[in-house]
């Protein structure tokens, strides 16, 4: 947080390092959408060659079980790595992990021996560099913009994650229509574009890197931290709960092929309409940011998001499944938005990677690990059931959280938590 020049930019993206950031996170978020859709596409339609849909639907589920546990296992020591290291370098890093096993993809897919084992070994090769990208990349940001800038940054952060979550899926749906060998070769060539952005942030960018001492201390501290600040736990525990239970991102292959029967292309417009909903509230909240009642707003956000998901859940018309997606994408933006501002106002700058590191596992489970949960509750309940299902434990979750973190209910605005840290 040390702007180069005594002028304090008007908007974020007028700051040159940060701009080559908001590019490389654009192409980054770009692949991982992108691929999701692709994966859990080639998984479904695959088992549903030799199995029903309550069958199948678990094996989408072992997608996100894939995706979870490197994170699980590799998580305390990517966010010490953050911390005692170069971020950029360990982003630039990460990212040629994920390109090694995006192209493992490629090249057995162009030999004709892309199966469901290869599809879980690429999910998990994949995610294990996004373990360590995730905390490098989120502590990277605040070392770009001056503090007063921060909420606007982060809002804009949110907006290229969100025109990934966008575009994304929409290419993925429509580039494995085309052949799957298109589909993995244009995840390869969106991240090889986030490497190549990310080497034009300069030093600027560069982070002190905590001293050198016992790994264990160093993780375990991190972690206390986390424990002990009930604002952050109330905070990060919340996406994690709710999410977890409710999202419905894993069982629209099924909805594409056997509900709504709008096959893959259909399949990326369900993916994408959340991203809408998120990116226009992400973008209006660039401009007018929240100062008041940021924390009732975040728990009132994740309660509309289950009601949204349980919608969505028994909607059999495209244009009202699309409306609840986008709707809980808005939602959810406003929750992220107040989470993530919370934890970098919050968290000293030479612990960010730590704390980064707990915030991304638990945005990891609440995705990867909520993909197999919405896939076991799929093959139990099937998939409608299991959406539905979601949604009102998220809003059990939200009414559940204002009780139990009356910190989130008190939390009026930014800047009373940076006086208070």
Known sequence: MHPSAPHVPGHPLAIPAFRAFWIARICAMLAQSNLVVVLGWAAYDVARTSLDVKAASLRIGLIGLSQFLPVLLINPFAGLVADRHDRRLVVRLALLVQIAAV???????????????????????????????????NALAPALVPAESMPRAIAVSAIAGRIGGIVGPVLGGFAYGVAPDFAYGLTLALLCAA????????????NRPVADGKPLVHILEGLRYVAHNRMLLGAISLDLFAVLLGGATAMLPV????????????????????????VSTALWLSWRPVENGVGPRMLAAVALFGVASAVFGISRWLP????????????????????????????????RGRVGATSALFITASNELGEMESG????????????VFGGVSAVAIAFAWGRLFPELRHVQRFDEVVAQA
């Open 376 to 387: 076991v509750m799929g093959a139990i309940l099937g998939p409608v059931g299991s959406v």
């Open 320 to 351: 009202l499944s699309l409306a609840m997606l986008a709707l809980a994408g808005a939602a959810d933006m406003i929750s992220v938005y107040v989470r993530q501002t919370l934890v970098q106002v919050v968290t000293p700058d030479a612990m």
């Open 255 to 278: 909805y594409a092929r056997d509900i709504l029967h709008v096959g893959p292309a259909g399949l990326g417009l369900l993916r994408s309409a959340s991203s809408v909903g998120a």
């Open 195 to 206: 490497l190549l952005a990310q080497l034009a942030i300069g030093p600027h960018g560069a």
């Open 103 to 137: 192209g493992v993809l490629v090249v057995l897919q162009a030999l004709g021996r892309a199966d469901l084992p290869v599809f879980y070994l690429v999910a998990a090769g994949f995610a294990a560099g996004r373990g360590f990208y995730a905390p490098a990349m």
